[in-house]
Structures are given as C-alpha cells and as structure tokens.
C-alpha cells in the first residue's frame, strides 16, 4: 500500500490564482481529513469527510472548498489564493467511522506559498 | 486558552537522558492521541490511548483520565529522537482532533 498520498509537495502561488491539492489513500479508509500547519500553531482542521459525498467544514474552513466522489480521493480547492493561506497542508485519513479512537494516517504534506 | 497544552515547547537532552513531555487537555476526550514529527514534515502516529499506559521500545505514554493530563515518556534518549512531537485530544464527534502546538526535541550527542 502506498498510503496516504499527496501532490505536489511544493507549490507557489500568485494571489488570486486558484489550485487543488490532491490527495489519495489507498487503504478503503472512510474518514479523510485536511489540516494546515503554521509556525506557533498547531495543526487545524479545514474541512474533513466520513464518506464519499459526504463532507463537512473544520475549524477554518473559509477560502477552501472540497469534494469527495470516491473513497480514495479527496481533493482540497484553493478558491483565490491569499497570503494567509500560505501554509504546509497534510491529508490525513483514518479506518472508520465511530469514535476518534483510530490511528490517523497522514500525507507528507504539501509546502504552498502565496505571493 | 488552548483546549490542548503541551509543555515544554522546546526541549534540549543529551544522549541517554530520560525526557517527559506534559499534555494537559479542557476537552472530554475518547481518545489521546501522541504523533512525531521529523523535520522534513512527515507525521507518524505514535500512541493512542484513552486509559492507563502504553509502551513501545524506548517510548511510554500515560493518561490520567480523571485529571486531563498525558504524558509522554522518551527513556535513553538518542538523536535520532530528536522531532516534533504533538499531543491531540480526540473528542466524541467522528475522527475530530484538538491538536497541541507541539514540543520540539533536540537530542546531542
């Protein structure tokens, strides 16, 4: 199994331009989940899923949208880059539904800066 | 005030050492959560747990459930222990987690 996985792992950005982060599993995990990452923070949920079509905002969800039309894929858009979303984006996923009792697999993270 | 604290946020050991990380929560929990992080970003899961103790090789993590406090435990430290590490609070909706702000560990040789 190749896991979580995510492309790119770099990315820059103009302010104003749009982009989707990809992320896949490989695992038939039902919950999958992006955070961002930034210095003196920890980790935020933006947007998380339980299933295929079903998805859900997180803690800081604003300027992002997502989709989830496969189990694997779960794709995070960036509507109109700003400089605060510049970040280190993780994809994360995790077995099943139920409790938050199971271990999160996560993505090696994609760098993005917006100029 | 954070729902999630962890403390120290840097550690600095020399090999060998024995290191304690502290993580305090407001939040109920179904699970505690402790992950590394290398530099270089990749995260890893470490340890869940929502009571008693878990051990695996040189690192042992605790919960006190009753007093909302998880620690983990590195013993005969090494270098390449040297990472990020982060608690994260599991609540009772689906798969949420309350993420710490992470404790970096340098570790000399």
């Known amino acids: 199994n190749a896991g979580v996985t995510q492309t790119p792992k770099f990315q820059v950005l103009k302010t104003g331009q749009s982009m989707t982060l990809q992320c896949a599993q490989d695992m038939n995990h039902e919950y999958m989940s992006w955070y961002r990452q930034d210095p003196g923070m920890g980790l935020r949920l933006i947007h998380y899923s339980v299933g295929a079509g079903i998805t859900d905002q997180g803690e800081v969800p604003n300027g992002y949208n997502v989709s989830r039309s496969t189990t694997e894929d779960f794709p995070l858009r960036l509507l109109s880059a700003a400089p605060s979303q510049t970040s280190v984006y993780f994809c994360?996923?995790?077995?099943?539904?139920?409790?938050?009792?199971?271990?999160?697999?996560f993505g090696p993270g994609t760098r993005l800066t917006v100029l | 005030k954070n729902e999630v604290e962890q403390s120290p946020q840097n550690l600095t050991a020399q090999e060998g050492e024995f290191i304690t990380i502290n993580c305090s929560y407001s939040?109920?929990?179904?699970?505690l959560h402790w992950l590394q992080q290398h530099p270089g970003g990749g995260i890893v899961s470490l340890f869940m747990?929502?009571?008693g103790k878990k051990k695996h090789g040189r690192l042992i993590a605790t919960i006190n459930i009753q007093e909302k406090h998880s620690s983990l435990h590195i013993t005969a430290s090494h270098p390449r222990d040297s990472a990020v590490y982060i608690c994260?609070?599991?609540?009772?909706?689906?798969?949420?987690?309350?993420f710490g702000q992470g404790t970096i560990l340098t570790v000399h040789p």
């Open positions: 747990l929502s009571s």
């Open positions: 939040v109920g929990i179904s699970a």
């Open positions: 994260a609070a599991g609540g009772t909706s689906y798969g949420k987690l309350t």
């Open positions: 994360a996923s995790t077995p099943s539904r139920g409790s938050s009792y199971n271990e999160q697999f």
